[in-house]
């Protein structure tokens, strides 16, 4: 069998893997019950803010999911801005936001949710492992949780007289703020007053209770979140966790749960008020929230541990997981990108895939500053090369000093652009920097032995090769498509094959040959 | 022929059918089928080229001495007076880096081709990057070749500037399919380097005679500097020229690969190097593709055949009268006749002017 046609074998062995798969994945997953009472919900953020500057902060705490209740979806989208994601002490996800301009700006975020009541997603929060310094953060008053106040000294006094004993104590506590602390949707929303008047909104009880129980030196938390029940402007519900045995037990002085929650309660800000914290700059904002069910048939994967096939199901990981992984799957999408442009369109780079690592680079950092960066950092590079040139190093030290000053220079650009209020994330400083080291390397060859023309035809195919694999691994629907379906991948090492045996011109070979003669053919030159 | 200036492309079926060989091709179908990975280093390396060169009496450029060490450097300097000129080069250099080519020198000072003066020590230093891998392929540690410098041959003094010119002569499965000569130009700094603005002729295998050329890959018939046609010059020995990339392309036991000579005034064409990945613009150079000639020798040249074999069947094989494919040799013309005889540069059927251009 020759070549051709075991390759035309293997492409239609690898389509055929491809469709298999698809199809068992696509059966299997329509036959996937849900479970009797499970549900799935869509909780969606809708963000309007106003930025001074260039610079502006703003900080949205996103759901992590709790005992019963799993995120297995997130879109997270927005124009003009940078985010980044961080994980806080206490496990709240947030989202740190930063403007790249002044102006009007707007971040919408949908996150599916699957609630299981029978289910344990996750084991309740344990206490145990809290430091000194963290116990004695959740022992601390502040301006909204006044321990020190009289009426909470006067409150607590009453209490313990009620109930001696610790645990009796937290009993009486809580029924003290779920019972005589009246509901009142219009009410108060600070624990002092809430205290006072024997009334309270649910934020305002449940502040009470967290003054009540730091008071009496019980580590108390206030937690924001949502119940899931359809509402398209959902106000963010407050509940009280306390430290208890070793365990953050949950108590809702709204509604009455102590020691344990309904499936439907959605943990978003733990140990906070606000779901979105505007920061530096931040003029005026506006938040919406909204909670919708959605139909079980959008696919709400199985959760992971219960049979070893669910190794397969990707989208049953970790939520926090899945971004890289999108990422990761779209790179062969990239590597595909620079094979067409290499063989079919013949449009020369530096290195093979240095066009992918610098889109990955472009598509975790923000694309202009990246192309800032980039800008600055191979001027520099390549300036000192020419510099070392006169040095006559050998070639591992020689490139060892450039990745050196290259380094340095994106240390110094992260630096400068902090100095106007512009600093970039920490993956901005992911920009592959051996790659660029290779780069300058290749660039100064090139220049020196084919002429500064050459060298600048292929940067420019490097940069606009990275361009087009920048928009295919930005495309979060295909990547997300890659992430339930990575079967996926077999049409790509199909079409990769069908490239790698591609033996016709290049595009840019009918311009190389435009002066070869046709009409007449071979015929030598008139001597 | 008209030059067709107003054309900015070629549609793939008039390339396919003028036999013009893409890259994609000539990596799948005869570099991957002909050229086994292992015989690379013979041609990565000059020396071990050079040794298959003298083991098979291929002419190249004589050999005064071979650095190893650091501690041949001194021993080399100290006996530099035997050699009034010579060549200093990495065994394992690309693209003419590292090559310094000494006109004269006094054993203290030595002049450089471009005017450059060095001392004794700024040579040893030279030497002694050239050992430690500065110029070598992926910076491996490397040897100084020092050997004969080349004179550029009168016959070529009006279409090279400013270096030497060099002839490529293609060898497919040991048959020389297709040759051009390379000319230096101002835009290329004295190197043969088509990228760099050096101009490509083609030359007639059966007569050696140059074509018309290319240059930044557009169909040129002058030399940009000179002005000069670069048509009907003949290329000195050429009969030996042919045998020779044969015999070596026999040697190192590639199967596609490129062989460069230059022509010395003395020596006539001896073998500089070879090359894996020969380029395709030699193709527009000869106003011609190299499929047909390639597919000419897969379907006809009995395999197994031995280098007198082989020049006896290409004189008698009967090739396609349209095309000028392979090597068919004249007994009659002997090197030194060649070397004597060589015709001025004849006028072209269009005028040639010096190019105002300025690089």
Sequence with gaps: MNGRSSARWVVLLLCGAGLLSLVLRRSGRDELPLGRDDHLWRLSYEIDFKASAAGARLRVAVPNGGLHSRVFREDIRYTGLRAERLQKMASTRELSVTTLRGGQFRLEARFDVHLSPRARFREPASASQLTADQRAAYLRGSRTVPINSAVVRERLQYLQQEAPGKKALLGAIFRYCHEQIAADQQGPVDAKTALEESRAAPLGRALAM??????AKFPARLVAGFLLQESLSAAPHFWVEVESGGLWLP????????????????PVRLDGIEIVRPGWGVEEFAARYALTAISPHGGAPARRGETLLDI????????????????????????LVTAVFRTLVGIGTFGTFSPVLLAISFVYADWRTGLLVLGVVFGLGLASRAMLERLKLLLVPRLSVVLTLVVMSIVFAVSVLDYF??????????????????????????????????????????????????????????????????????????????????????????????????????????? | MPRSTWRFWRWPGELRRGGVLGMNRRNAEFLFAHNPRARYPLVDDKLLTKQICHQRGIPAPATYAVIERNGDIGRFLRSVARWPEFVVKPAKGAEGRGILVIRRHDGRIFTTVGGQRLDVSELGYHLATILSGLYSLGGQVDRALVEQRIVLHPGFADVAVGGTPDVRVIVYRGVPVMAMLRLP????????????GAVAAGIDLKTGRT????????????????GRPIAGLTIPAWDSVLRSAMNLADGIGLGYLGVDFVLDAVAGPVVLEANVRPGLAIQI????????RLQWIDAHLPAGLSLDQRIRWLQSAKQPADETIVWLASPATSTAESLSALPPPRNASWPCEPSSASY
Excluded: K
């Design chain 1, 210 to 215: 967290v003054a009540l129980c730091r008071a």
């Design chain 1, 251 to 266: 108590y809702d002085p709204e509604y009455g749960y102590a020691g344990q929650l309904p499936a439907d309660y959605l």
């Design chain 1, 312 to 335: 397969l199901d990707l989208t049953s990981l970790p939520v926090e997981i899945h971004e890289v992984l999108t990422l990761l799957l779209l790179i062969p999408l990239g590597a």
């Design chain 1, 421 to 527: 209020r512009l600093t970039p994330g920490p993956e901005a400083v992911l920009l592959p920097m051996v790659i660029l080291t290779m780069t300058i390397e290749r660039f100064y060859l090139v220049a020196e032995e084919d002429g500064p023309g050459y060298a600048l035809r292929t940067l420019a195919g490097t940069l606009m090769v990275g361009a087009c694999c920048y928009l295919v691994l930005q495309g979060q629907a295909v990547g997300r498509l890659l992430l339930a379906y990575p079967e996926l991948h077999f049409f790509t090492v199909a079409a990769l094959v069908l490239v790698g045996r591609y033996t016709g011109y290049r595009l840019t070979e009918l311009w190389r040959f435009r002066d070869f003669p046709v009409e007449t053919p071979n015929q030598p030159l008139p001597a």
């Design chain 2, 185 to 196: 130009t101002v835009a290329s700094r004295g190197r043969a380097n088509l990228y760099q």
């Design chain 2, 211 to 226: 074509l018309g050329g290319v240059c930044r890959g557009r169909a040129v018939d002058c030399h940009p500097d000179t």
């Design chain 2, 285 to 292: 150079a000869n106003r011609a593709g190299l499929v047909h």
